[in-house]
């Protein structure tokens, strides 16, 4: 569970003494979680919405805007939405990426082209193209779908070239003896090429959840259905229903934070391998 | 990643089954899940939405015949959903309330009405017995 | 694990086919690697068709045009161009969008700091490390909603604060403000995305090697000889990649401004991608919103190229082969 996922080196040695910087880090340490409490207090008290002064300790903290939240907005129907969105994505993400980076590890005619497209596709940030995207998706059908919210982002380059690396690293004289055994192409990535690039593989599910996860943009043009709003998007049509005349905001708020701090505090390794990687090769 | 490794690299079926299960994505939903589930139980045993109370006078005296009306609280609507009156001994029965979040209030022409008392519940149509009576106050003039 | 690769492969010795290397079977065989090629590129080549390229030409024909969704679609010429020059949103929202990427150098500066501290050998950095990085990885939106609470008029816990230090006599109303409202979010922007630039710098502040610094010891640099002789300059591409990600995400920044100020008061914390937005989808000119998008994506690649021409070409650049 260490936040690093690089070995640690010797250090140079420390003559200071360490007391600044405990300090420092713990008041930098204390900004950086306030803001969680404070969300996290209101959630349970509701108390300092219409008074003042704040009291800064809970004062009889209930759970009951979380109830609030659960039966007045059809809370779990937006999680499953969420969910499935994100699911679908990961699923094509780590399939079609590794099938082009494992294409991509080959040579043949256009490579080099091919190569050069996505260069420069991810030039291409997915927000100076939303008007047309929008008009292609209403073309397909898609719009208040599923698909439709889970389909722009199906593929990423960066996670390509992520893949494209770790392939390249299998030893070449394994391919060979796999293909001598007779294992046929699909059965090299998923026997061989997968299981040796399990960091790639990490990587790209986690950069792929972050992003479909928190995609808030996105849904927010193509869906109009209330229920098929995933938690984002539910978040914010709350709080432009609301504004902040209730705790359940807030409470909606850390319900829609839960999920995404556990996997992150379950996987940190991973997550900081994953965005740091994801950063030096994008 | 090491955890990974370990179930692949265990050749003992034995082995592979409790590393797997020790693992933390698979220990954590399965945590998850047995909450779920056991709050699932005790919700479906406890959701006849019954609410159960009594009503006396300033005096303290058990009050009869006394209009109990119970209403439903939402975000921004508060509607009436049912009422009832009270027996000889003050005592009074809900058995269809839906909601997790109601306001009560009794009223007898003569004795008085009492203040609208809001109960929060922890799910929906949960059972709820008031700890204290509804208490009617004599009308002020 | 490479183990269990071979003892699998060697599980499966009747899957051989004979003679399967033949000269004869060559160019088939070598028809129907190009097949599968073709094949597995397929899937990720539409969807960046479809999502990327596809979308990049039509907003540019989108924007010659008068476009409806119902009736016909006429030719305006470059009138939406013009109207845009003439447009004060425009204007204050590229203008907004600049001083936003102002987040990408305060936070590598604070990033920078702590990064130094968490990579020396104090007690439990790793804790430290986690708190800073926690909320980078959260929904922008719930990062929006907690901030707009924070910074709230009346009862947010900043008024408060600064009332109870005696430091303002009224509460500021810093979301309703038509001067504090941009940098507000700017502020929530740093407190965010700081986690991101730490791990960036600290992962390159990991690869600079120990010896330097033990042959610079042996030398009689001090501390700070050693920050800008060593690290600060091994340090440079690490920094650079945080900065032109950061100018980068800061210029197509959506939710946070949409969900603390909806680019309000007025416009005064408009920025590009929420003015396409409005334009786009509340006030339905689509195809002002394609030329909208259009300048911004010059600007972009503008931006991109002289970002890779000031790091020598070593910033967001993936080696090809």
């Known amino acids: 569970m260490q936040a690093s996922a690089i070995k640690h080196k010797r ?18 340490s204390f900004c950086m979680l306030l803001p969680f409490y404070w969300v996290l207090k209101t959630s349970l008290t509701g108390e300092n919405i219409f008074s003042y002064p704040p009291s ?12 609030d939240v659960w039966y007045f907005i059809p809370f779990a129907r937006f999680l499953a939405n969420s969910v499935i969105v994100s699911g679908l994505s990961i699923a094509a993400n780590v399939l079609f990426n590794a099938m082009a980076a494992y294409a991509l590890t080959k040579h043949f005619k256009g490579r080099g082209l091919i190569i050069t497209l996505l260069l420069s596709c991810m030039m291409i940030p997915f927000q100076t193209t939303i008007v047309p995207a929008y008009l292609i998706t209403g073309k397909l059908g898609l719009l208040n779908t599923y698909l439709g919210m889970a389909l722009p982002t199906f593929s990423t380059i960066v996670c390509i070239f992520v893949y494209k690396a770790s392939f390249e690293a299998v030893p070449k004289s394994l391919i060979d003896a796999a293909r001598i055994d007779g294992l046929s192409e699909l059965q090299i990535i998923l026997k061989i090429m997968v299981p040796l690039s399990t960091s790639a593989v990490a990587t790209n599910v986690i950069l792929s ?9 996105w849904p927010l043009i193509i869906v109009r259905d209330p229920l098929m709003q995933p938690l984002p998007l539910g978040l914010s049509r709350f709080l432009n229903d609301h504004e902040n005349t209730t705790g359940a905001l807030y409470a909606f708020c850390i319900m829609v934070l839960v999920p995404g701090i556990t996997i992150f505090l379950m996987a940190q390794k991973e997550f900081v391998r994953g965005l740091t990687s994801g950063a030096t090769k994008g | ?47 006849d939405g019954i609410v159960r109370g009594r009503v006396v006078s300033a005096n303290g005296q058990p009050v009869a015949d006394a209009i109990v009306k119970l209403n439903e609280q939402n975000f921004t609507t508060n509607s009436e959903r049912g009422q009832t009156t009270t027996r000889a001994d003050g005592s009074f029965e809900f058995t269809d309330n839906r909601s997790h979040s109601i306001q009560l209030r009794a009223e007898k022409l003569g004795v008085g009405r009492s203040e609208l008392m809001p109960f929060r519940l922890y799910f929906r149509a949960q059972n709820l017995t008031l700890g204290q009576p509804l208490l009617l106050q004599p009308a002020r003039p | 694990m490479a183990t269990d690769v071979l003892t699998s492969v060697a599980q499966n010795p009747s899957r051989n086919p004979p003679g399967k290397s033949g000269g004869a079977g060559m160019s088939r065989k070598r028809k129907r690697e190009l097949i599968l090629v073709w094949a597995f590129l397929l899937p990720s080549l539409a969807v960046f068709f479809l999502y990327r390229v596809l979308p990049l030409l039509w907003n540019a024909v989108l924007s010659f045009q008068d476009f409806s969704l119902f009736g016909e679609t006429k030719w305006a010429g470059i009138s939406h161009y013009q109207d845009m020059m003439e447009d004060e949103v425009f204007w204050t929202s590229l203008w907004n969008t600049l001083i936003y990427m102002a987040s990408a ?36 939106v719930a990062v929006g909603i907690i901030w707009r609470w924070m910074l709230d008029e ?15 006599d009224h509460p500021l109303p810093f979301l309703q403000s038509f001067e504090l409202a941009l940098p507000s979010v700017l502020l929530a922007n740093v407190w965010q995305i700081l986690g991101f630039y730490m791990i960036i710098l600290l992962a390159g502040l990991q690869n600079i090697p120990q010896n330097l610094y033990e042959a610079a010891a042996i030398d009689g640099a001090n501390g700070r000889q050693q920050f800008f002789r060593i690290t600060l300059p091994l340090l440079r591409p690490s920094i650079f990649l945080a900065f032109v990600i950061g100018i980068m995400t800061s210029f197509t920044s959506f939710d946070l401004v949409y969900v603390m100020t909806q680019g309000g008061p007025g416009n005064s914390s408009e920025l590009l991608v929420t003015y396409i937005y409005k334009a786009a989808f509340v006030l339905g000119k689509i195809d002002y919103a394609a030329a909208l998008t259009l300048v911004q994506f010059v600007l972009l690649v503008v931006l991109t190229w002289v970002g890779n021409r000031l790091s020598g070409g070593d910033a967001g650049a993936v080696e090809t082969d």
């Open chain 1, 11 to 28: 250090q140079p040695v420390n003559r200071y003494p360490h007391w600044p910087i405990h300090l420092a880090l713990l008041t930098i």
């Open chain 1, 56 to 67: 800064l300790l809970p004062v009889n903290p209930q759970p009951f805007y979380y109830v």
């Open chain 1, 209 to 217: 959840f972050i992003w479909s996860w928190n995609n808030f943009l």
């Open chain 2, 1 to 47: 990643m090491e955890d990974h490794q370990i179930i692949h690299t265990d050749q003992t079926t034995d082995n592979n089954a409790w590393a797997l299960l020790r693992h933390r994505f698979v220990l954590l939903p399965l945590a998850v899940g047995a909450v779920v589930a056991v709050w699932n139980v005790y919700v479906a045993t406890h959701d």
């Open chain 3, 105 to 140: 150098p305060v936070g590598i500066v604070l990033a920078l700091a702590i990064s130094l501290m968490v990579n020396s050998n104090v007690r439990g950095k790793n804790i430290y490390r986690t708190i800073v990085f926690l909320s980078y990885p959260l929904m922008t």
């Open chain 3, 154 to 168: 009346k009862v947010g816990l900043f008024n408060f604060i600064l009332r109870s230090l005696h430091i303002i």
